[in-house]
């Protein structure tokens, strides 16, 4: 069975620090690229950060560049975020993403989300 567990969300003060982890299991982890999305009240889920299935190549987006960070442990099949920095914009809930693309098929799956709430 498929498992993406977050964790690591909660309450923080603006220019506060939060680690998210995303524990996975039922999958070859180190097989697929991994990303965190975030999703805030009334928008659309939007593409935070993403990391290569061996760990070598990451990107995000331009809100978040310098402040957070995406790594992977193939070892402890989890991927981390770690954000730093946090602005009230940062609210939202997080879900961690695992995707895996073939010639053959593509192979998507998500986690439930953890609340992050930047606010005084």
């Known amino acids: 069975q498929v498992q993406l567990v977050e964790s690591g969300g909660g309450l923080v003060q603006p220019g506060g620090s939060l680690r998210l982890s995303c524990a996975a299991s039922?999958?070859?982890?180190?097989?697929?690229?991994m990303s965190w999305y975030r999703q805030a009240p009334g928008k659309e889920r939007e593409l935070v950060a993403a990391i290569a299935s061996a760990g070598g190549s990451t990107s995000y987006v331009d809100s978040v560049k310098g402040r957070f960070t995406i790594s992977r442990d193939n070892g402890k099949n989890t991927v981390y975020l770690q954000m730093n920095s946090l602005k009230f914009e940062d609210t939202g809930v997080y879900f961690c993403?695992?995707?895996?693309?073939?010639?053959?098929?593509?192979?998507?799956?998500w986690g439930q989300g953890t609340q992050v709430t930047v606010s005084l």
């Open positions: 039922g999958f070859t982890f180190s097989s697929y690229g």
């Open positions: 993403h695992a995707r895996k693309i073939e010639i053959y098929g593509t192979w998507d799956y």
